[in-house]
């Protein structure tokens, strides 16, 4: 008898299988983030970097010297 039937998930309670056994069932695969994501997100961050120095900063002057 073959040691994968011996821990399959029909046969086997969830309580008694150890470690080893479970970590059979897992596995991990890590993905690579493609280099046009990156340059996505690098667009959005120089953006946001340029939105707040070009609109915000002068309105907060404005509105921290003469509140509303």
Do not use: C
């Not at 309670?13 to 470690?19: D, I, L, N």
């Not at 690579?32 to 340059?39: D, E, G, S, T």
């Not at 340029?50 to 907060?60: D, K, N, Q, R």
């Amino acid at each position: 008898m073959s040691d994968y039937l011996d821990t399959s998930a029909e046969t086997v309670s969830v309580k008694e299988t150890s470690p080893q056994v479970e970590s059979r069932w897992h596995s991990y695969v890590g993905n690579r983030i493609p280099w046009y994501v990156r340059l996505i997100w690098l667009g959005f961050w120089v953006y946001a970097v340029y939105y707040t120095i070009t609109y915000l900063f002068p309105a907060l002057q404005v509105e921290i010297v003469s509140p509303p």
